[in-house]
Structure formats: C-alpha cells, structure tokens
C-alpha cells in the first residue's frame, strides 16, 4: 500500500519534471533561433568581414554582401534620439508622480503615458506619418524617432518612477532639513544617488526602441545609397533593414539579413550585459 508521503513525493517529482518540460519548451525555440542566427549570419559577417559595417547594401544583382552602414547609423542616430526627446519628458514626468502623488495633475499624466505602453506600435508609426510625415512631404530620420520617442516615453518613465523611489527616506529627510526645495533636492540630492538606477533606464529604453520595427515601417524610409542623408531626410534601421530583407526573393539580401540579425543580436546583449552590470553595482 502507498503510503501518504510516498504520494506527496510522486506529485513533487511529477509536478518538477512537468516544470523542466514547461521551461524547455519555452527555451528551446529561442536557442534555436540563436544557434540559427549565429551559423547563418556568422557566414555572412565572415565573408563580408569589417566592410559589413561600413559599407553599402548590395544590389539584388550583386555577387558580394555589401554592408550595412546606412541601417547601423540609422538604428544608433534614431534610438538616441528618441532617447533625448522621451528621457526629459519621462523624468519630469515621474518626479511629479513621486513628490506630488496625490495632485490631480500627476495622476492624469500617470494615467496618459502608461497608457502608452498598451497602444500597437503600428498605430504609433501611422500616427506619426499622418501627421508629421505628410505634412513634411517625406519620410525621415526625425519622423522615425519621434515613433520610437513615443515607445521608449512609459517604459522610460517606469524605470526613472523606480529610481526615484529607491532613494531612501533618511535622504530625502535630510535634504528637507536643510531647506531645500524639492526641485533643488532632486537636482543635487536625488539625482546622484539614483544615478546608476537612471542610466539603467536609459539603457533599458534604448535597448527596447533599438530592435524595434512597427513604429518605422511608416516614418523611416529605406535609406540604401548613402550612410547618412540628415535628419529631415530618409534613412534606414536594421531591423526594417531584416524585415524587407527577408521578405525579398533575392539570395544575397537573405544573407544580408541573417548578418543584420546577428549583428542586432549582439548589439542587444553588449547594452544588456552593460546594463545588467551597472544595476547590479548600486550600493545605497
């Protein structure tokens, strides 16, 4: 006869080897999407070597890989944009929920940009064109950050809310004690003992809009005979660069897209590891 503890111990080790499963079935898929972007795109970045980074990209017609240049430069320039034009907002925006949580006025803006975080990045990218992209008459850098500005803005504000709120209480009494305003306070207390807390946002949100491709396929354009054409002018990003690439009948745009996708990849996990270190070096 089974005994009640042996039962228990038959729903632990059942209910463990369900978990293991559960979990490689989520794992697996993405090591293999990995292990594909590494063999293919390896191939690509190996026979294109540095010239993958700066030069053009090919024609559907051309025998060697080209480069990458005009998606790269657009993907750093556009990011960091969006970064400059959401960061202030978003920081403004959760110093006034966290000082003045019970003012009307801060309990709409929480409201408006987590809400944000809920729209279809589609929507954003058509937004955008109908208004900013028609009345320029053109497609551009500027109009593509703007999209991603507008991504970046609630997760951006979640991750300053946060660091604002791990400063300790001793802190913020102190401050107060020796009459300072809060805004003065926040400038010169607040800012730097949550610095590595808010440079861990900032790195969080560019590494969110970096690898984004809805809020572009309208905004953009698709730079591909020049590096840089200026701000109010088309360019290009490497994951609308992957998106049309893969899309497209031709051979060596496929190879080209594989060697984006490495690329992207670990361009993704330099910024994540880097990020991942500066939060695990805060000291309060």
Do not use: C
């Not at 009494?173 to 730097?192: D, H, I, K, T």
């Not at 949550?194 to 396929?217: E, N």
């Amino acid at each position: 006869m089974v005994s009640k503890h042996q039962v228990r111990r038959l729903k632990n080790y059942f209910m463990t080897l369900l978990m293991i499963v559960a979990s490689l079935v989520g794992v697996l898929p993405v090591f293999h999407i990995l292990y594909v972007a590494l063999l293919e795109g390896g191939k690509t970045l190996l026979e294109a070597g540095l010239n993958f980074l700066i030069g053009l990209p090919p024609t559907p017609l051309s025998t060697r890989v080209g480069g990458v240049a005009p998606a790269l430069i657009g993907s750093v320039l556009s990011s960091s944009l969006s970064i400059v034009i959401s960061g202030p907002i978003a920081f403004l925006i959760a110093f006034l929920v966290t000082e003045f949580p019970k003012s009307s006025v801060s309990k709409v803006s929480e409201v408006l940009i987590r809400s944000f975080s809920g729209i279809p990045s589609i929507i954003i990218s058509m937004f955008i064109y109908s208004v900013v992209v028609v009345s320029m008459g053109t497609q551009s850098l500027l109009a593509g950050a703007l999209s991603l500005s507008i991504v970046a803005l609630p997760y951006a504000y979640v991750y300053f809310v946060s660091a604002l709120k791990s400063v300790p209480e001793n802190i913020r009494e102190a401050a107060a004690s020796l009459g300072m305003s809060r805004f003065r306070a926040l400038r010169y207390v607040y800012v730097g003992v949550s610095r590595r807390y808010l440079v861990t946002g900032v790195l969080m949100s560019y590494i969110r809009v970096f690898g984004d491709t809805a809020p572009l396929l309208f905004t953009m354009g698709f730079l591909m005979n020049s590096v840089f054409a200026g701000m109010l002018q088309p360019s290009n990003a490497l994951p609308l660069l992957i998106f049309v690439y893969a899309l497209s009948p031709y051979e060596v745009f496929h190879k080209v897209a594989w060697g984006a996708t490495l690329l992207l990849i670990l361009l993704y996990l330099s910024l994540f590891i880097l990020a991942r270190s500066l939060l695990r070096g805060i000291r309060l």
